[in-house]
């Protein structure tokens, strides 16, 4: 069935933007379909409905085609031409074969870890195509010896499963830059690290946390204590409320020949440690601020968009002078201006002086389509407060 969307819709569409909303649409009630989209009998190009916690549907080309195979075939392998050089680089294993919309795929994410790749499907339209997709990765990336899903919409599906080839071992170890991270690719939708964090990480291992005392707050798996510790730091702090963590962390600085019992790991939620800290005058050289978008636990909700300057403004009493500040996020709905406003508003109201020093957004793996900027979630702000 043709998509027919508004005249207000087939503007955004004519200049670009990739993505469908539900108010896009001239049938409203219409569901998962692949067909052409037209707007008052003109045809604007190809695209789906499946629905998704952001839109309902994809365009993906300005002209009517087949979805099949060899559609995806094609899709893959200009998605491997712009991702050549990772192929080569024996110092990390793990990064971004397709990466939605950036690549022309809305709607599907495929990661490489080592020998294997993990799919994620964000809705049930680009699911069916399965069978399809599956036959042209392994036609395209014929090294890739095993393959798992993740279901990212609603459905009675697994959330995570093997369904291709070899089982990968558990931990699954893969290198970035040079340092060995362990993964697990069937344990829910997480793997056990954030590969968009790749350039930060890299980073604090090639010398920003050397001879320095790191915090490293809602530190998940220790990703970046391991890169910290690994690029010389003089000690690390790695804090979150997950007990999972604990042990985790312990194994990420195991599987890099560090001992876990040098390195401080404490399960605790991150603004009853900013007051544990500031009582006992603790002081770091260096703290990471990487929270999720969205939390809530029995005391608290936090989200970036309203909170963040409250983590900053709470990191400053433990916050060596000359310090090094690492803030991130991944929210979609905060723009590097808003996001830069809330921090530097919280250093001149906690009457501290700052020198921003670098500024990290999606790796090249991580590729963006120009026209759709909310997919270029990553912020990542290197800061020095005096």
């Known amino acids: 069935m043709t998509i027919n969307v508004t005249t207000h819709a087939a503007k955004r569409i004519k200049k670009g933007y990739p993505l469908l909303q539900q108010e896009d649409l001239v049938n409203q009630g219409q569901k998962s379909t692949w067909d052409i989209v037209m707007c008052n009998q003109q045809i604007l190009g190809y695209g789906y409905l499946g629905e998704q916690h952001k839109g309902v549907g994809w365009m993906l080309a300005k002209h009517p085609l087949t979805v099949d195979q060899t559609f995806f075939k094609e899709r893959f392998a200009a998605a491997k031409a712009k991702r050549s050089a990772y192929f080569y680089d024996e110092q990390t294993t793990a990064f971004r074969l397709i990466n939605g919309e950036g690549d022309q795929l809305g709607g599907l994410i495929i990661d490489q870890y080592a020998t294997f790749a993990v799919i994620s499907w964000y809705n049930e339209t680009m699911y069916e195509k399965k069978i399809e997709i599956l036959a042209a990765l392994n ?31 558990e931990p699954l170890l893969i290198k970035e830059n ?71 962390t312990q194994e990420q600085f195991e599987v890099n020949g560090l001992d876990p019992h040098a390195q401080s790991i404490v399960v605790m939620d991150t603004f009853e440690y900013f007051k544990y800290a500031t009582r006992k005058q603790f002081q770091y050289d260096l703290i990471i601020l990487d929270p999720p978008s969205f939390a809530r636990n029995k005391k608290r909700v936090f989200s970036v968009a309203k909170n963040y300057g409250d983590l900053i403004e709470q990191s400053m009493p433990i916050l060596a002078k000359d310090g090094y500040l690492i803030a991130s996020t991944n929210a979609a709905n905060v723009s590097l201006e808003k996001f830069e406003g809330q921090i530097e508003q919280a250093f001149t109201n906690q009457k501290r002086q700052f020198k921003k020093i670098a500024t990290y957004r999606l790796p090249e793996d991580f590729a963006v389509d120009e026209k759709f900027s909310e997919g270029d979630y990553l912020k990542v702000i290197l800061y020095q407060c005096k």
């Open 139 to 169: 036609e395209v990336f014929p090294d890739i010896i095993g393959i798992y899903e993740k279901i990212r919409f609603q459905s009675t599906l697994p959330e995570s499963q093997h369904v291709y080839g070899q089982e990968a071992p």
């Open 178 to 248: 040079g340092i060995t991270y362990a993964t697990y690719l069937n344990e829910g939708l997480m793997t056990g690290i954030f590969l968009d964090q790749r350039e930060v990480r890299g980073r604090l291992a090639s010398g920003l946390a050397t001879g320095k005392r790191v915090l490293n707050m809602f530190s998940y798996t220790g990703a970046f204590s391991v890169a910290a510790a690994m690029g010389g730091a003089r000690e690390t702090t790695s804090v979150d409320l997950a007990n999972r963590s604990r042990p985790k």
